[in-house]
């Protein structure tokens, strides 16, 4: 063979070539990110369209049926998926996989600009995003004070401590929750009106004609020219109060006379807690995401790092506090798939030597497992993946195959060493007899990962990195098994020795290889057997086959994307009735946090209340902490099912409970009720379909969404139930 023969004749070239794969593997080891899951791009843009006091009806009308049949002229759109809230609209518009995101939401955007005059005046920007189930906030912290008010705390918050993290590289967004702004309130004097003869009117229109800041032109002289600017915006009350609303028989009425100008704060639309042993306390929430492309755990690394140093310049007894950071948990988790690669590898070496009975042969064989390794780091850096679940998932499976070339072609080395040939004429031989066998072997294993790699839609980004690890190693480790393990076996070979002169440990694994192989003479009687009965053994396999195919349909075996975990971290959705103000959807949040709370697995609890974009009060989320692993006898799952349990007595409000962030606080299934008929029969429908639902084993957090127009029905799946 080419590849045995040159590196048996040319072992510098040989080493210098292993050399040079495990340098370059270890500057590219050095030069990944870090993260939990690869970078996925599902083909889907969310589109949000704020229309301020506008009933359901009104949306839908006025805002989703004209931009969704936009929407949908517009080239590569799969189907598009509205929804019609109280004062706002959102559409999910799903493309064709192949369609460049960057380029869909540039044409939604042109799409809409096209129709601007025929919405209505009053509805606001829309807003564009592309929409990532992996896209959520990696760390999030709780900004509480003992001494500052909650209007004070914003003004710090926001643009103070978010303008030091906005800086951070590899943030992309920064969202503040239970901020409140400062507004000025102008409380009219109905006496003082009618007294003065002024009218509500002219106070509005003396405030938004007065209230300005624009240029009026600009001054030029000989060779220079100065732009000229109207000053005009207000600040503070004194100020408002000085305002000229009319004029009466030549007496200037001002603002002060007829209303009262009061300094104060906007009526909230969000809202944070931060709750421990103690209770709830109002905190400002902050949640920070990471931009793509950037590693989890360097990002959180640096908001650390500049929250320690904030911390330093905050007021007596205020506080800012880590609530939540993705980037500890993203660490351990790599960390211990690292462990289990580094694990596999000992083991591995070890049963090699058990078998092989020679430390020379392990070491030839065994060094194709940490040069393999590096060298697919290589590979995975240069096709821009990162350091994370999958990739290392590949890995850690290939690492028992990484070796198997070259044990097979030591092996075979080792047998023509037996025959009385000389090493070198052994390793030479041994290898071109052993070659092509070896060669299909591996071959085989990289046509069966090679074509995942490159497998479309969302599965072919989550599985790339996984089939392609796997690949680039298997291939490495057949290039080293054809190269150094030859040139090693003729250079390096094992000396003879009698039996007396053996160690105690290699006398102790000749026994134990003796007893191998009479087990594997016996093993030769079963062979016999299946032989001379060719039907029981075809049925035996067809039944086998069978009977695992049916376990899932059967219920015996469960299917899911992700294996249980226990993260030490859930989630519980809760959404308030229509109508609800933030005042009562707080009620309901802390009462289903004193709850989580009371179990002493529990740490703290995190809740953020409202949505900002549509301006809705009646939703949230309760992060609940518990106790690190090693301190707590009840899993992530069984207390998530006892909260949902103990949760059914709050009343007023639908509570969801979810173990796993990674679906953006979605349930498993939805159902969407459509009909042509009115909303009341549509939603006597979706009570049927409820109704039945609830039987179903398994289905747990079964709902009907009480916003927009079509009944929806949200369904959490038990994790623990098979078939789930």
């Not at 603002?255 to 906007?266: P, R």
């Not at 097979?408 to 060493?417: F, G």
């Not at 989550?462 to 690890?469: H, Q, R």
């Not at 009341?680 to 079964?702: H, I």
């Amino acid at each position: 063979m080419f590849i045995s023969d040159f590196a048996i004749k040319r072992p510098l070239v040989t080493v210098v070539a292993m050399v040079a794969l495990v340098v370059f593997g270890a500057f590219a080891l050095f030069k990944l990110k870090t993260d939990e899951f690869p970078d996925v791009a599902p083909p889907f843009v969310s589109v949000g369209v704020p229309y301020p006091g506008a009933s359901p009806d009104g949306v839908e009308t006025e805002i989703l049926k004209p931009v969704e049949e936009q929407i949908r002229s517009i080239s590569g759109v799969k189907q598009v998926m509205g929804y019609a809230y109280d004062g706002y609209g959102m559409m999910m518009v799903e493309f064709q996989f192949e369609k460049d995101l960057s380029e869909a939401t540039q044409e939604i955007r042109d799409g809409i600009s096209g129709i601007r005059s025929d919405l209505p005046p009053e509805m606001e920007e829309p807003i564009i995003k592309k929409f990532n189930d992996t896209d959520r906030p990696i760390v999030s912290l709780a900004l509480s004070s003992t001494t500052l008010t909650p209007a004070e705390m914003t003004r710090l918050a926001d643009p103070g401590i978010t303008r030091e993290l906005r800086s951070l590289a590899g943030v992309a967004e920064v969202q503040v929750f239970g901020k409140q702004e400062r507004e000025l309130t102008v409380q009219l004097k109905p006496a003082a009106l009618e007294a003065s003869g002024v009218s509500v009117g002219q106070v509005v229109q003396a405030l938004q004609a007065q209230n300005l800041a624009v240029p009026v032109g600009r001054v030029e002289g000989q060779f220079d020219e100065r732009s000229i600017r109207l000053k005009g915006r207000l600040q503070g009350p004194q100020e408002f109060a000085q305002l000229v609303v009319a004029e009466r028989g030549g007496t200037l009425i001002r603002l002060g006379q007829v209303a009262d100008v009061v300094d104060g704060t906007e009526e909230p639309r969000t809202l944070a807690l931060f709750g421990n042993r103690d209770g709830d306390r109002e905190a400002v929430g902050i949640d920070i995401k990471k931009a793509k492309g950037y590693s989890t755990t360097d990002v959180s690394d640096r908001i650390r790092a500049r929250v320690e140093q904030l911390q330093k310049t905050l007021p007596g007894g205020t506080k800012l506090e880590l609530v939540r950071d993705a980037g500890t948990r993203v660490d351990v988790a790599v960390k211990n798939v690292q462990e289990a690669l580094v694990e596999g590898a000992i083991l591995t070496v070890l049963v090699v030597f058990l078998f092989l009975n020679s430390w020379r042969s392990t070491v030839i064989t065994g060094v194709a497992l940490p040069i393999s390794v590096l060298a697919s780091f290589i590979a995975v850096w240069a096709m821009g993946f990162k350091l994370e679940t999958m990739s290392l998932l590949g890995l850690s499976l290939a690492i028992g195959i990484l070796i198997d070339d070259a044990i097979v072609v030591r092996e075979n080395i080792v047998r023509h060493v037996e025959m009385g040939k000389d090493h070198y004429t052994a390793a030479r031989e041994g290898t071109d007899e052993i070659g092509l066998a070896v060669a299909a072997t591996t071959f085989s294993i990289l046509a069966v990962f090679v074509p995942i790699g490159f497998m479309p839609g969302i599965g072919g980004q989550w599985f790339k990195p996984f089939a392609l690890t796997i690949a680039c190693s298997v291939f490495v480790s057949l290039f080293v098994s054809f190269s150094l393990d030859p040139m090693l076996s003729a250079y390096w070979a094992d000396p003879h020795k009698e039996e007396h002169e053996k160690s105690w440990i290699t006398k102790r694994l000749d026994t134990f290889n003796h007893w191998f192989n009479r087990q594997a003479n016996n093993y030769r009687k079963v062979i016999a057997w299946a032989l001379d009965h060719r039907l029981a053994m075809f049925f035996l396999a067809t039944g086998t086959f069978a009977l695992a195919m049916a376990m899932p349909v059967l219920g015996i075996v469960g299917g899911g994307f992700f294996p249980e975990d226990d993260r030490g971290e859930f989630t519980i959705a809760l959404e308030t009735p229509p109508g609800s103000n933030l005042q009562y959807t707080r009620l309901k949040a802390e009462e289903a946090a004193r709850i989580a709370r009371a179990h002493p697995e529990v740490r703290y609890t995190y809740t953020t209340l409202g949505n900002e974009t549509s301006g809705s009060v009646d939703v949230g989320n309760i992060y609940v902490r518990m106790s690190p692993k090693a301190e707590r006898k009840v899993s992530v799952e069984q207390l998530a099912a006892t909260m949902r349990e103990e949760t059914k007595r709050v009343a007023g409000v639908t509570l969801s409970v979810f173990t796993n962030d990674l679906n953006g606080g979605r349930k498993q299934l939805q159902i969407q009720v459509i009909g042509n008929g009115d909303n009341a029969s549509l939603n006597r429908a979706a009570d049927a379909v409820l109704a039945e639902l609830k039987q179903v084993p398994g289905a747990v957090d079964v709902g009907l969404s009480t916003k927009g127009q079509k009944p929806e029905l949200n369904v959490e799946l038990n994790r623990g139930v098979a078939g789930a």
